[in-house]
T-cell receptor, first 107, second 116 residues
Framework: AQRVTQPEKLLSVFKGAPVELKCNYS??????LFWYVQYSRQRLQLLLR??SRESIKGFTADLNKGETSFHLKKPFAQEEDSAMYYC?????????FGQGTRLTINP | GAGVSQSPSNKVTEKGKDVELRCDPI?????LYWYRQRLGQGLEFLIY????????KSGLPSDRFSAERTGESVSTLTIQRTQQEDSAVYLC??????????????FGPGTRLTVL
């Protein structure tokens, strides 16, 4: 079975502080993992995928197969990072999403 | 170019009525997905269309839910005899489906369904 767990529904940090949004997964195969983001009044969009090993808007995420985690990190949070973040796992074309974490960056 | 569009943006209906939700995918995208998002919860997969293949309906919660797709274009999600627990945002997404597992899905703005 595929499962994605985001343990924090809400996360609040101050501007300039480091951010880490946690994501753990359960999947028997080789996982394809993603982070999607939804800014206020905008549609859900892809932020980054583990296979690309890229940094988008200062965010990075490393797949840790031993810990079955794919945490999203940014060293210095900015106010425009406030949004809803979803971790997702793709298996057999179906994206399985976590419940999301609402990140609020305080000035 | 135009992204994925959905209509209506909001729908309020009475319990027991049927509703139809529409999705227009990005032109050229052969794969189309429907998801449901209940308040405070994650996105729940409903159904997946890929080209001319039989759709993957494994996520449909009951036989009151059905979906159709016309060729590689418009899709409609129909909910019969709506119940209050059907209240949610229904999201549609499309992708190129080049046979790569990690094809990016592009999401529509969603339809907010409220069943009174």
């Amino acid at each position: 079975a595929q499962r994605v767990t985001q343990p924090e529904k809400l996360l609040s940090v101050f501007k300039g502080a480091p951010v880490e949004l946690k994501c753990n997964y359960s999947y028997s195969g080789s996982p394809e993992l993603f982070w999607y983001v939804q800014y206020s009044r905008q549609r859900l969009q892809l932020l980054l995928r583990h296979i690309s090993r890229e940094s988008i808007k200062g965010f990075t995420a490393d797949l840790n197969k031993g810990e079955t985690s794919f945490h999203l990190k940014k060293p210095f949070a900015q106010e425009e990072d406030s949004a809803m973040y979803y971790c997702a796992l793709q298996g057999a074309q179906k994206l399985v999403f976590g419940q999301g974490t609402r990140l609020t960056i305080n000035p | 170019g135009a992204g994925v569009s959905q209509s209506p943006s909001n729908k309020v209906t009475e319990k027991g009525k049927d509703v139809e939700l529409r999705c227009d995918p990005i032109s050229g995208h052969t794969a189309l997905y429907w998801y449901r998002q209940r308040l405070g919860q994650g996105l729940e997969f409903l159904i997946y269309f890929q080209g001319n293949s039989a759709p993957d309906k494994s996520g449909l919660p009951s036989d009151r839910f059905s979906a159709e797709r016309t060729g590689e274009s418009v899709s409609t999600l129909t909910i019969q005899r709506t119940q209050q627990e059907d209240s949610a945002v229904y999201l549609c997404a499309s992708s190129e489906d080049r046979g790569l597992v990690s094809d990016t899905q592009y999401f529509g703005p969603g339809t907010r369904l409220t069943v009174l």
